[in-house]
């Protein structure tokens, strides 16, 4: 499917717009907030791949160029000798100053070097450069760990593992897995830096995992206990009698595992009254208030 029409967004579309969509759209059709709904686990995966493709710039680019397609697999390109015979100064047989210009940089500098070291006694080794690319991750595969695919330019794959407690910018190195060395130098290595894709539930402050989890009047009023998402799976909370809007609850040992630490995951509460109110409600709120009333603001403003 068109990443933009997944998204239902416009093709000139900012990051922001890109990014308020894909979260919109995460919420309403997460798979944890509907459970047994096929159709809408389809369409979040769908929604997750068009975010994993429009929130790269490059990726973006290479796909309104028509260089990848939908799914980030690389198009076949056909070029022919008047193609690059007909580019400019600076394309003419040129390559594209990415990675597929080391290898004929390599083998450059080992025929050079190979005729001065047979000529001189000796060949000349150096170890490969290190190549670069940039790998985007679910936040759950993130936090708890994983694996995940990685399609280098050259077509070839790399199967990456992703150690529990992965943060946003971070680096994973694949020793070996870089640009071949000269004259028998050892390669280098493989620098994959990872990007964490945003979740519609849960975000990371500290090695903590904070979430907002909107409950209903009563509950707030009499205290109960509810079920509720956390990255390992779903667990029963209580909420404590008489709770308000931004009460925190706090499950220890739930959050990220990184640099030895273990955080917590932070529920935030919210109430959340019923659309429409009822006139049973209005009207015992009614009652209630002509005997009960009381002022939540009184401090506001007072120093």
């Known amino acids: 499917m068109d990443p933009y029409q997944a998204l239902g967004v ?10 308020k969509a894909y979260r919109r759209l995460a919420k309403e059709l997460h798979p944890d907030l509907n459970p047994g709904n096929r159709q809408a686990e389809e369409r979040f995966k769908e929604v997750s791949s068009a975010y994993d493709l429009l929130s790269d710039p490059d990726k973006r680019a290479r796909f309104d160029r028509g260089e990848i397609d939908a799914s980030g697999m690389e198009r076949p390109q056909q070029r022919s000798y008047r193609h690059y015979a007909e580019a400019g100064p600076g394309g003419r047989y040129g390559g594209h100053g990415g990675f597929e210009d080391m290898d004929d940089l390599g083998d450059v500098f080992a025929d050079l070097f190979g005729r001065a070291g047979r000529g001189g006694g000796g060949g000349f080794r150096a170890r490969g450069r290190d190549a670069h690319y940039r790998l985007d991750v679910a936040f759950l595969d993130a936090v708890n760990g994983g694996r995940q695919r990685i399609t280098l ?4 794959t790399l199967d990456v593992t992703i150690p529990p407690g992965m943060r946003d910018g971070g680096i994973l190195r694949l020793a070996g897995k870089g640009e071949p060395g000269i004259g028998g130098g050892p390669p280098g290595d493989a620098l994959i830096e990872v990007s964490v894709r945003p979740h519609p539930l849960f975000r990371l402050e500290g090695n903590d995992i904070v979430m907002e989890l909107p409950i209903t009047l009563d509950e707030a ?9 956390t990255v390992t799976g779903r667990v029963n909370v209580t909420v404590p009698k008489g709770a308000s809007t931004g009460d925190v609850l706090r499950l220890r040992g739930k959050g990220m595992a990184a ?4 955080g917590d995951q932070r529920i935030v509460l919210k109430v959340v009254l019923p659309k429409p109110v009822d006139d049973e409600l209005a009207a ?3 009652k209630w208030r002509a005997t009960h009333r009381y002022d939540p603001r009184s401090d506001l403003g007072r120093s």
């Open 10 to 19: 416009a093709k000139d579309a900012s990051q922001d717009d890109i990014r």
């Open 153 to 156: 330019p050259d077509g070839q």
């Open 221 to 229: 009023v009499l205290g109960g206990k509810v079920e509720v998402p």
């Open 259 to 262: 640099g030895g630490v273990t």
């Open 284 to 286: 015992f709120m009614e």
